[in-house]
C-alpha cells in the first residue's frame, strides 16, 4: 500500500473577503473529491483571504498511479480561473 500526499499553495485571486475564501475553497474540495476521489483538507493559511494552503491524499497500489493522479490535480487547479498555484509539494510514503 502506498499512501501519497500533494500539498497546495493557492492564490485565490477572486477572494475580498474570508467568507469569499471559503466559497471558493468548498467549490474546488467538492470538485477534488468528485472528480479524482481523494481527501482534501486545508491545513494552513485559514486566516489569510487569498492563499491557502489544501493537503490532498490518496492511497493506491502503485506509486506512477499517485504520481498520476496528482499530475492531474495540478493541472485541474491550473485550468480554474479562480485560482493559481504558487507552490506544491509531492511526499509519496
Known amino acids: 500500500m502506498?499512501?501519497?500526499?500533494?500539498?497546495?499553495?493557492?492564490?485565490?485571486?477572486?477572494?475580498?473577503?474570508?467568507?469569499?475564501?471559503?466559497?471558493?475553497?468548498?467549490?474546488?474540495?467538492?470538485?477534488?473529491?468528485?472528480?479524482?476521489?481523494?481527501?482534501v483538507a486545508e491545513v494552513d493559511g485559514q486566516e489569510t483571504w487569498q492563499r491557502a494552503d489544501l493537503g490532498i491524499?490518496?492511497?493506491?497500489?502503485?506509486?506512477?498511479?499517485?504520481?498520476?493522479?496528482?499530475?492531474a490535480v495540478l493541472a485541474w487547479f491550473r485550468r480554474h480561473p479562480d485560482v493559481g498555484v504558487t507552490d506544491h509539494q509531492v511526499d509519496l510514503f
Open 2 to 39: 502506498i499512501v501519497g500526499s500533494l500539498r497546495v499553495t493557492l492564490l485565490i485571486r477572486s477572494s475580498h473577503s474570508l467568507k469569499e475564501k471559503r466559497s471558493v475553497l468548498n467549490r474546488l474540495k467538492d470538485g477534488l473529491r468528485r472528480d479524482f476521489n481523494v481527501s
Open 57 to 71: 491524499a490518496a492511497v493506491g497500489v502503485e506509486p506512477r498511479l499517485l504520481s498520476e493522479t496528482f499530475t
